[in-house]
């Protein structure tokens, strides 16, 4: 560990590339901005040096236009999944006063940048660590919505069923042979559970896929993030599940999203609420 006076920015830029980080300038002026003290900020680059995410040492990460808060051990949200946000706000403008549900919500990103898109969305967000749970609160305390901590669907409350029109899973989609492949600020320092899709890393999206026609209304859609090699083997899921699916790429950001639709007639006008918008609070065991 560092001790002494700390030093100026180009020499912490400069031990930041050394150790592999490649926006070392852009870090380097981060967490300058977050030290509240020389040791602190000698605290918080021996930190990044290890591995830590940046994100998780200043306590944001930039997503949609958007500020969003990262906890300790949270996965922290990707640029490419900002293709997600994209589609299910596109399909979600379809319906006036839109029901969407976020599952494997993290943070809550994906849920914040839905709701800030859609003032009038009724959003539903769930998570099955706790860490993520109260992170996830947080984010969406401003939009009105519920946040449940349990297993995926579990904790949704039974009048959401049939009323869903955007279902959105950012779920884990690595295979368990590929984590220790990781760089270490994922694999040392981010929920393994949110990276962890089971041996061919489609686990937790067969789960997604065969709950989703419960929850949707016709017409209504499932989104989920994946790898570009695994949408075909996705899609294949959704068929097996009455879903007709379709793939959206952006090569730009390697994003891929398969996106399922539960065919029938889509609404035009605003359905009735399936519960009253509140403040963000965990709930595990709503029915």
Avoid: K
């Amino acid at each position: 560990m560092q001790t002494g006076p700390p030093a100026s920015e180009p020499a912490i830029a400069a031990r930041l590339r050394a150790a592999g980080c490649v926006f070392a300038e852009e870090e380097a002026r981060l967490l300058v901005g977050v030290a509240r003290t020389p040791a602190d900020l000698n605290r918080v680059v021996d930190e990044r040096v290890a591995g830590v995410p940046v994100e998780q040492l200043v306590g944001w990460v930039p997503f949609c236009g958007l500020q969003i808060v990262v906890d300790r051990g949270v996965f922290v949200p990707r640029r490419r999944t900002e293709l997600l946000v994209r589609e299910s706000v596109g399909l979600a403008r379809r319906v006036d006063g839109p029901v969407v549900v976020d599952l494997c919500c993290g943070s809550g990103a994906v849920g914040a940048a839905i709701a800030a898109a859609l003032p009038s969305v009724e959003l539903h967000a769930v998570d099955i660590d706790p860490v993520a749970v109260r992170c996830a609160s947080r984010n969406l305390a401003g939009a009105g919505a519920s946040v449940y901590e349990g297993d995926l669907d579990a904790p949704l409350p039974v009048g959401l069923a049939g009323h869903v029109d955007v279902l959105v899973a950012n779920a884990p989609y690595v295979p368990s042979g590929d984590i220790d492949l990781l760089p270490p600020e994922a694999r040392l320092h981010e929920s393994r559970a949110a990276l962890d899709g089971g041996t061919d890393g489609l686990d937790l999206v067969r789960r997604v896929a065969a709950a989703a026609l419960r929850w949707l209304a016709p017409g209504g859609h499932v989104l989920v993030e994946t790898g570009e090699r695994q949408a075909e083997q996705v899609a294949a899921t959704f068929v097996r599940h009455r879903l007709l699916p379709r793939v959206a790429r952006d090569d730009e950001v390697d994003a891929t999203v398969v996106v399922g639709l539960r065919e029938g007639v889509c609404p035009t006008r605003r359905r009735a609420r399936t519960g009253t918008r509140r403040r963000a609070v965990s709930r595990t065991d709503e029915s």
